[in-house]
């Protein structure tokens, strides 16, 4: 590493010296020290955040099928609307179903009919067993009249026992009847953002069919994420070390959603829910976090990356990423002396915090480093430094959450 960074910075000096040469030969007279904003470097605690690519979805996604096979008379929802828990979405043809249900509804009146006589004949058979006990005992009449009167009456109260089990299928049938037939309106079951229709009038739909549209709540909306076991087991571990449970820990955590248009969402995420398992695939478990969305503009299947504090880096040496350059695999800085004289210092990264810099090696706190001006200076420039303008070090854009 040492030995590519010297190369690297002979491989400077060295366009330096060729392009003072090619001034000098062309004759232009020597401008004065170039003007450079510098900053400090600064040593602070840091946190640093961890990212994932999210995906978006509803908090409860209804798919809003046919309970009952039929002809689809009409849509009565505007596509990708609004609609209420209750609200008309689609209308079946109801004729089959009302004509199912006024037949129930005979066959429920021929079995109270049937009933009513069976238990006329009952009545009948009842007397004359009460009639023909004592007659028999006197031997007015016969033991086999008697017999007789009694295996009518056995009879009767059976046709009373089948004409109310008929009823009872026949009022069955009544209900599945009126069910199927309210099943021909198909409602919506929650408040929600429905879906453009997957079908269209005039189309034979089914419960074996594909949905016809679905019904996604959206505020709050889910963002999920897969992390790794290894990233699950650090968390976990360092959870762990608190006095409070797991569950409250994850819910302290902050989370911000940078958007596919590279936008950063203005509400901040809480902790959802964590799946049971890790995928034994992809060795990742299913992390869910829910933003508020009242607007609605954020829509299930968008995709975003999405981050949180992971830890924090103790007394951590920072500068402006604007302020690093990269050449050949390796960084450098420019650092201005104490004699306002550049050095082209190579320096090791470390992670990057919102528009900051770790330095893990090859700066120390307090000296002066070029934030704007970089591309006008070289291995021993003398420059006009003047304080950087933007004060990035005092701003915090960790968010309040840490693991």
Same mark, same amino acid.
């Given at each position: 590493?040492?030995?590519?960074?010297?190369?690297?910075?002979?491989?400077?000096?060295?366009?330096?010296?060729?392009?003072?040469?090619?001034?000098?030969?062309?004759?232009?007279?020597?401008?004065?020290?170039?003007?450079?904003?510098?900053?400090?470097?600064?040593?602070?605690?840091?946190?640093?955040?961890?990212? &994932?690519?999210?995906?978006?979805?509803?908090?409860?996604?209804?798919?809003?099928?046919?309970? /009952?096979?039929?002809?689809?008379?009409?849509?009565?929802?505007?596509?990708?609307?609004?609609?209420?828990?209750?609200?008309?979405?689609?209308?079946?043809?109801?004729?089959?179903?009302?004509?199912?249900?006024?037949?129930?509804?005979?066959?429920?009146?021929?079995?109270?009919?049937?009933?009513?006589?069976?238990?006329?004949?009952?009545?009948?058979?009842?007397?004359?067993?009460?009639?023909?006990?004592?007659?028999?005992?006197? !031997?007015?009449?016969?033991?086999?009249?008697?017999?007789?009167?009694?295996?009518?009456?056995?009879?009767?109260?059976?046709?009373?026992?089948?004409?109310?089990?008929?009823?009872?299928?026949?009022?069955?049938?009544?209900?599945?009847?009126?069910?199927?037939?309210?099943?021909?309106?198909?409602?919506?079951?929650?408040?929600?953002?429905?879906?453009?229709?997957?079908?269209?009038?005039?189309?034979?739909?089914?419960?074996?069919?594909?949905?016809?549209?679905?019904? !996604?709540?959206?505020?709050?909306?889910?963002?999920?994420?897969?992390?790794?076991?290894?990233?699950?087991?650090?968390?976990?571990?360092?959870?762990?070390?608190?006095?409070?449970?797991?569950?409250?820990?994850?819910?302290?955590?902050? &989370?911000?959603?940078?958007?596919?248009?590279?936008?950063?969402?203005?509400?901040?995420?809480?902790?959802?829910?964590?799946?049971?398992?890790?995928?034994?695939?992809?060795?990742?478990?299913?992390?869910?976090?829910?933003? !508020?969305?009242?607007?609605?503009?954020?829509?299930?299947?968008?995709?975003?990356?999405? !981050?949180?504090?992971?830890?924090?880096?103790?007394?951590?040496?920072?500068?402006?990423? #604007?302020?690093?350059?990269?050449?050949?695999?390796?960084?450098?800085?420019?650092?201005?002396?104490?004699?306002?004289?550049?050095?082209?210092?190579?320096?090791?990264?470390?992670?990057?915090?919102?528009?900051? &810099?770790?330095?893990?090696?090859?700066?120390?706190?307090?000296? #002066?480093? /070029?934030?704007?001006?970089?591309?006008?200076?070289?291995?021993?420039?003398?420059?006009?430094?003047?304080?950087?303008?933007?004060?990035?070090?005092?701003?915090?854009?960790?968010?309040?959450?840490?693991?």
């Amino acid at each position: 590493m040492q030995n590519k960074q010297k190369r690297i910075v002979t491989f400077l000096l060295a366009i330096g010296t060729m392009h003072s040469t090619g001034c000098g030969k062309m004759g232009l007279p020597p401008a004065g020290p170039p003007d450079v904003e510098v900053i400090e470097v600064v040593q602070k605690d840091v946190p640093i955040t961890k990212d &994932w690519v999210a995906t978006l979805d509803g908090l409860i996604n209804a798919q809003i099928r046919a309970q /009952v096979t039929g002809l689809l008379l009409k849509q009565n929802y505007v596509n990708g609307t609004y609609v209420r828990t209750g609200a008309p979405m689609f209308q079946i043809d109801p004729r089959p179903f009302q004509a199912t249900l006024d037949q129930a509804k005979g066959d429920l009146e021929k079995a109270k009919a049937s009933l009513a006589a069976a238990k006329a004949r009952l009545g009948k058979t009842e007397i004359d067993v009460t009639r023909y006990t004592p007659l028999a005992k006197e !031997s007015a009449i016969s033991q086999q009249e008697l017999d007789d009167a009694v295996q009518n009456d056995l009879a009767a109260k059976a046709q009373v026992q089948g004409a109310q089990a008929a009823i009872d299928g026949a009022q069955a049938a009544v209900e599945s009847a009126q069910l199927n037939l309210s099943f021909t309106s198909i409602i919506s079951p929650i408040d929600g953002v429905a879906a453009i229709s997957n079908a269209q009038v005039g189309d034979l739909v089914g419960p074996q069919g594909a949905p016809l549209t679905t019904v !996604s709540t959206l505020n709050p909306i889910l963002a999920n994420l897969t992390i790794s076991e290894q990233e699950y087991l650090n968390a976990m571990r360092l959870i762990g070390n608190q006095n409070i449970s797991e569950d409250a820990r994850l819910r302290k955590l902050e &989370w911000q959603l940078r958007l596919a248009d590279g936008s950063i969402y203005p509400l901040r995420g809480e902790f959802h829910a964590l799946d049971r398992q890790i995928d034994v695939r992809t060795g990742a478990i299913l992390v869910q976090v829910q933003f !508020s969305n009242p607007n609605r503009v954020l829509r299930p299947g968008g995709f975003g990356r999405i !981050s949180t504090v992971v830890r924090i880096e103790k007394n951590a040496l920072l500068v402006p990423q #604007r302020s690093v350059s990269e050449l050949q695999g390796g960084f450098l800085v420019a650092v201005v002396g104490s004699d306002n004289k550049v050095r082209i210092q190579p320096v090791k990264m470390g992670q990057k915090s919102g528009e900051m &810099w770790i330095v893990d090696e090859g700066l120390k706190q307090g000296e #002066r480093v /070029v934030a704007e001006g970089v591309q006008k200076v070289q291995e021993g420039t003398e420059v006009k430094p003047k304080p950087y303008q933007s004060n990035l070090l005092s701003q915090d854009r960790s968010g309040s959450a840490k693991l």
